[in-house]
């Protein structure tokens, strides 16, 4: 004959008592509420602002860490182990932060956008303001927003060539050099700082500033002929008096702006004001970039 299977349920058998069966069901319950309860607490501590903070804190410093390895030893040289020993770490002990090289090498790579992103927004509102106290109209701002956001992107290669390298190279090559989830990521916060490029282009187009065009694929097109020009100082390394890659991207800038139905006339006052008051230049060291608050 099959054999029963016992039965499973927390009711009391006839002829037993409620007393035979609650002190073993009673101190099962408090070990499972008291696993939840502290389940719950390490949850709770995980995520309090004190000490969601001092991640942030961490990660940042460990980026700085690692940006000062691909410094002196180049990409090739950054590895968990070394910057867990500039931090003063263990390899483990930096694992709970990056699980892999690839996952340091991706976070490096949006933080280099989203410093990039800030720094774009900053200087866009900043000029907003210069453009209405001189009196300039809605087209006219419209359109400054968009060349602002070209002229930062090349000021930025320049200012930052170790950090924006991180990004470019990957960036420049067919291949992808990162897995596929951590890529994802760095393609997100990319897609991201094209998107905040594609609403300037739509504002400009709302306003009349610009034909109409699809914004996102003008977006496109203006960071990708930016990207290309910065990669011709390889070549200016051996002929530093024929190529200008900084005369280029503003001259693309200028053309791509005007194709998309931008007056000239506008555009020369445009660029007089960005040349007149600096509004493209960056002052503060990479290094300060990166470092900002909101990144890590």
Sequence with gaps: MPRRRPRLDFQPRAGRSNRQIEPFFFVNFVYIFSMIHGVVDLDRARH????????????????RAALEVVRVDGRDGLTLRRVAAEQGLTTAALYRYFPSKDALV???QRAVIASLADVTRERVE???????????GIKERAV???VLSGFVFEAFSRSAPMEFGILSDDLSKSELTLPDREAGLVFD???AALSDLATRLRVAEQSGALGEGVASERAMALWAGLQ?????????????DRIDST????????????GWGAEAQDMERILGLIEERSLSSLADSALDLFERPNHG
Excluded: C
């Design 126 to 136: 900043s000029a907003d303001s210069i453009a209405r106290s001189e009196e300039f």
């Design 106 to 108: 991706a976070d490096l």
């Design 189 to 191: 916060a990319a897609w």
């Design 48 to 63: 309090s602002p004190h000490v969601a903070q001092k991640r942030r804190t961490r990660i940042r410093r460990i980026l």
């Design 144 to 146: 400054l927003a968009i």
């Design 247 to 258: 005369r280029i991207a503003k001259g693309l800038v200028e053309a791509l702006l005007i």
């Design 228 to 240: 290309g020009v910065v990669q011709t100082r390889k070549l200016m390394r051996s002929a530093p």
